[in-house]
């Protein structure tokens, strides 16, 4: 099975990699996009570390390099449950038209390792989506995965982010180690 990986970022998807290159049934190929990823400098520092994630597994991974900050300035709200919906259905439908376009048979997504996202509603916009693509999705309950991601990540020196990633999550996280951004 061609399986297309959407991969949200190296701390979430190492263990998953990790796990499905051993599978051998799986021709394992990655996918980045994330616009919703603010600012620019925060997203160039998980897009290096997926970069060196592909290099150390040895999977090919294509980087879909796009900024949503003003799309989500303009038009999402700060009410996070409408706001995650649009990020999830935005991210995979991408991921879904990538996969039928280069001839893959189903995608899955890191997204479903995270035990901090909404993962029934992304299992439900990922099965929808595959539907109206003609796709398989590769479903599995990664959250088994999370602490050895974290490990892992730290193990190989990833760069590991102190919030999910638009702007407002960025307003939302208390972490003490948050990087200084000033979104005007
Ligand atoms: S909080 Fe995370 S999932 Fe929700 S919109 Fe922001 S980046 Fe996307």
Not at 59 to 66: D, K, L, M
Not at 149 to 176: I, T, V, W
Request: proline share 4%; glycine share 4%; aromatic share 14%.
């Amino acid at each position: 099975m061609k399986l297309m990986l959407h991969i949200c970022c190296a701390p979430c998807s190492v263990a998953i990699v990790d796990k499905l290159i051993n599978i051998p049934e799986i021709e394992l190929s990655g996918f980045f996009y994330n616009p919703n990823i603010h600012p620019e400098e925060e997203y160039i520092k998980r897009r290096e570390a997926v970069n060196k994630m592909a290099s150390d597994y040895g999977i090919p991974v294509t980087f879909q390099n796009e900024s949503g900050l003003e799309y989500w300035k303009n038009n999402l709200s700060r009410e996070k449950e409408v706001r995650c919906r649009t990020c999830y259905s935005l991210r995979l439908d991408r991921i879904a038209r990538e996969a039928k376009e280069k001839g893959f048979d189903a995608f899955s997504t890191s997204l479903l390792i995270s035990p901090y996202q909404d993962h029934e509603l992304i299992r439900k916009i990922a099965e929808d989506t595959a539907n109206r693509y003609g796709l398989l999705f590769y479903y599995e309950d990664f959250r088994e995965l999370y602490y050895k991601g974290k490990n892992l990540s730290r193990a190989k020196g990833y760069y590991m982010q102190k919030f999910c990633g638009c702007m407002y999550s960025y307003s939302e996280s208390d972490h003490p180690k948050k990087p200084i951004y000033i979104f005007e």
